[in-house]
């Protein structure tokens, strides 16, 4: 039997990043992977894919809306969704093969098969010709991730009631598409489908869109996918139920006074979050004890109540991000290896890539109220950067928030053109513990959209913005 230091289970952005970090430790280092293609949800289903899907949808809406006005004058752009899916394809293809590469390079050895444990020690891998092979390992870090959510009672027979899976591999552009949920996958492919020309109806069970962030990026969201892309929401709507029929599909669902509605499509695109991952796992011949929710019970360590055994990203709680995934693999292997890492769960950014993008990072205002702490608010709208105005990207805004009395910076806010990238600068300043002031009087390029986030730290530190 073959034995290794450590074995990770499971090959997303959790567990490859983990096995690179153990081999660079010196570990000898076992990736256990069930699909032949490494990278998890995130880089076959999940975050590459959808971004690549989100480009070429941008390009089609912006040569269709904005291309005129800039004295552009392209004849009838048509879409060729067949190519824009093989062309995701590609870059997925890409970016597996790079972890494929960066396996050997680390001298990994990638086991293809369905992990699991037979004892604390001892993983069983079941292959795809049916033979099986068994390792030892003195540690564990199981990285098995999440798979799409489903409501009771409903059916997703993945052709017309679909996941994300399969939204991101249909063959047509909806005629009307109903989403189950107005959370990041659903405003991330609903965006995809409705700059195609798809009506999209989104019905969300909370009063607004992407409710976990700052009321504000909901509100502005909300308006912005409305005019842009004639959104139509059904907010305070619970789904009570959805069948199909032929290529058409029925979403009933019932508002809080018990009043029904039932929308008539094409394809319901069911998005109501995900759950940990952890079916034959042999999680009970381990001993590894989950919580109520399916997630596997970690420590402060990440360690299980098991010794040896650990577990990250999607699987524990947290947030279901791929850069907190890695985060936590990169602490394991530290700690394996006797050293002392850290992660600020309170800096882990979060972004929507619509378009405008949105981006947070630290408290929203409505955990400051419930907190009970006293904070200044600064905003800055993108109408008012000349840079926004030269690309006509001018809905949105930055808000940023800081301590009434220290004017440390608690939380910032962003909706509009690339604050995907722009929210770095945030995270790295309330790393190092900035406050707003400091922001304020860092130099900034111009014209950028950057120059946005110093006019709204100068609007929370002292109400003295130049620019508006
Ligand atoms: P996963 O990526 O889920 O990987 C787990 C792996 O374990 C899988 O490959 C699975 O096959 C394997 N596995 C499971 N059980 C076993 C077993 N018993 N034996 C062997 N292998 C096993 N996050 C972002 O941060 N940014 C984004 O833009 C973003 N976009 C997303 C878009 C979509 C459509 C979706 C669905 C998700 C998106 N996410 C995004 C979330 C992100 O994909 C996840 O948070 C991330 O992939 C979690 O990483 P992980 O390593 O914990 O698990
Ligand atoms: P989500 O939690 O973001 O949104 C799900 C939404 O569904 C919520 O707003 C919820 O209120 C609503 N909902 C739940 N039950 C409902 C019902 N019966 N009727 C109507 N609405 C209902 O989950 P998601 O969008 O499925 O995404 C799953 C995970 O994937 C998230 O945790 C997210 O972090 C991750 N993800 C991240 C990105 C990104 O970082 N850009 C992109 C995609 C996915």
């Known amino acids: 039997?073959?034995?290794?230091?450590?074995?990770?289970?499971?090959?997303?952005?959790?567990?490859?990043?983990?096995?690179?970090?153990?081999?660079?430790?010196?570990?000898?280092?076992?990736?256990?992977?069930?699909?032949?293609?490494?990278?998890?949800?995130?880089?076959?289903?999940?975050?590459?894919?959808?971004?690549?899907?989100?480009?070429?949808?941008?390009?089609?809406?912006?040569?269709?809306?904005?291309?005129?006005?800039?004295?552009?004058?392209?004849?009838?752009?048509?879409?060729?969704?067949?190519?824009?899916?093989?062309?995701?394809?590609?870059?997925?293809?890409?970016?597996?093969?790079?972890?494929?590469?960066?396996?050997?390079?680390?001298?990994?050895?990638?086991?293809?098969g369905h992990g699991s444990f037979t004892s604390k020690n001892t993983i069983e891998i079941a292959k795809a010709d049916g033979s099986k092979e068994t390792i030892e390992s003195a540690k564990t870090i199981i990285a098995t991730g999440s798979k799409p959510s489903s409501l009771p009672g409903i059916e997703i027979d993945k052709k017309r009631v679909i996941t994300s899976t399969e939204a991101l591999e249909l063959t047509e552009i909806p005629k009307h598409l109903i989403i189950i949920g107005g959370g990041v996958i659903g405003l991330e492919l609903g965006s995809v489908y409705g700059r195609l020309g798809s009506k999209v109806s989104v019905v969300e069970f909370m009063d607004?869109?992407?409710?976990?962030?700052?009321?504000?990026?909901?509100?502005?969201?909300?308006?912005?996918?409305?005019?842009?892309?004639?959104?139509?929401?059904?907010?305070?709507?619970?789904?009570?139920?959805?069948?199909?029929?032929?290529?058409?599909?029925?979403?009933?669902?019932?508002?809080?006074?018990?009043?029904?509605?039932?929308?008539?499509?094409?394809?319901?695109?069911?998005?109501?979050?995900?759950?940990?991952?952890?079916?034959?796992?042999?999680?009970?011949?381990?001993?590894?004890?989950?919580?109520?929710?399916?997630?596997?019970?970690?420590?402060?360590?990440?360690?299980?109540?098991?010794?040896?055994?650990?577990?990250?990203g999607d699987v524990i709680k947290g947030a279901m991000l791929a850069h907190k995934a890695e985060e936590e693999g990169v602490y394991v292997a530290e700690s394996l290896a006797g050293q002392k890492p850290h992660i600020n769960y309170n800096l882990i950014p979060g972004v929507v890539y619509t378009w405008p993008e949105v981006a947070s990072v630290g408290l929203t205002e409505e955990q400051l109220k419930e907190q009970g702490k006293k904070y200044k608010s600064g905003s800055f709208p993108f109408k008012a950067s000349g840079r926004a105005r030269a690309s006509m990207d001018t809905d949105g805004f930055i808000k940023v928030l800081a301590d009434a009395?220290?004017?440390?910076?608690?939380?910032?806010?962003?909706?509009?053109?690339?604050?995907?990238?722009?929210?770095?600068?945030?995270?790295?300043?309330?790393?190092?513990?900035?406050?707003?002031?400091?922001?304020?009087?860092i130099c900034h390029a111009h014209p950028t959209f950057t120059e946005s986030l110093k006019e709204a730290a100068l609007d929370a530190t002292a109400k003295r913005p130049i620019h508006m």
């Open 1 to 112: 039997m073959e034995k290794y230091d450590v074995t990770v289970i499971g090959s997303g952005p959790g567990g490859y990043v983990a096995a690179i970090r153990c081999a660079q430790l010196g570990f000898k280092t076992a990736l256990i992977e069930k699909y032949p293609s490494l990278g998890g949800t995130c880089l076959n289903v999940g975050c590459i894919p959808s971004k690549a899907l989100l480009d070429s949808s941008e390009h089609y809406h912006n040569a269709l809306h904005s291309f005129a006005e800039h004295g552009i004058e392209v004849k009838s752009p048509k879409v060729n969704l067949g190519k824009m899916i093989e062309r995701k394809r590609g870059v997925v293809k890409m970016t597996v093969d790079g972890i494929n590469f960066l396996m050997k390079k680390n001298k990994i050895t990638v086991i293809t």
């Open 405 to 441: 009395e220290t004017d440390e910076v608690l939380g910032v806010h962003m909706i509009g053109p690339r604050v995907a990238d722009m929210i770095m600068e945030a995270v790295v300043a309330m790393e190092f513990r900035a406050s707003a002031e400091d922001i304020g009087r």
């Open 208 to 312: 607004g869109l992407i409710a976990s962030m700052d009321k504000g990026l909901g509100k502005e969201l909300t308006r912005v996918l409305k005019k842009d892309l004639g959104f139509e929401y059904f907010f305070n709507h619970k789904v009570t139920g959805v069948s199909s029929k032929g290529k058409e599909v029925t979403v009933v669902a019932e508002n809080k006074n018990g009043e029904k509605v039932e929308l008539k499509g094409d394809y319901c695109l069911v998005a109501v979050g995900r759950r940990p991952y952890t079916d034959n796992l042999g999680l009970d011949k381990a001993g590894v004890k989950v919580d109520a929710r399916g997630k596997i019970e970690v420590d402060a360590h990440l360690k299980t109540n098991v010794d040896g055994i650990y577990a990250i």
